[in-house]
Nanobody, 114 residues
Framework: VQLAESGGGLVQSGGSLRLSCTASGFTFSSYTMSWARQVPGKGLEWICGLYPDGNTFYEDSVKGRFTISRDNAKNTVYLQMNNLKPEDTAVYFC?????????RGQGTQVTVSS
C-alpha cells in the first residue's frame, strides 16, 4: 500500500490550495479515504473523510471551507481548501483504514501566512 500526497505550499490567509493523494496497492474505490493534519507537538487531527458510497464527514473547523473528493479511475483523493487561515498550517496526510492497519502517506506541508 502506498499513498503519496502533493500540492502543499505557502499561501496567504484567505487563499486556496488543492491537495492530491494518489494511492496504490489496494482496491481504492472500496475504501474510505481521509485527510488528517498534524502540527509539531500535537496529535493527528482527522479533518475529513469520503466513504465509498459518497458520504462525507468534516471536522467542524474545516466545514464549509474544505471539500474532499475522489476520482476512482485515477486512484486519487483530493482536498480543496478555501479561505485558508493561519491555524490551518500543518502537515497534511491522506490515510485509509484497511482493517488491520491504517496507512498514511508521507505528508505535504501547508503553511498559511497572516
Amino acid at each position: 500500500v502506498q499513498l503519496a500526497e502533493s500540492g502543499g505550499g505557502l499561501v496567504q490567509s484567505g487563499g486556496s490550495l488543492r491537495l492530491s493523494c494518489t494511492a496504490s496497492g489496494f482496491t481504492f474505490s472500496s475504501y474510505t479515504m481521509s485527510w488528517a493534519r498534524q502540527v509539531p507537538g500535537k496529535g493527528l487531527e482527522w479533518i475529513c473523510g469520503l466513504y465509498p458510497d459518497g458520504n462525507t464527514f468534516y471536522e467542524d473547523s474545516v466545514k464549509g471551507r474544505f471539500t474532499i473528493s475522489r476520482d476512482n479511475a485515477k486512484n486519487t483523493v483530493y482536498l480543496q481548501m478555501n479561505n485558508l487561515k493561519p491555524e490551518d498550517t500543518a502537515v497534511y496526510f491522506c490515510a485509509t483504514d484497511l482493517g488491520p492497519q491504517i496507512y498514511r502517506g508521507q505528508g505535504t506541508q501547508v503553511t498559511v501566512s497572516s
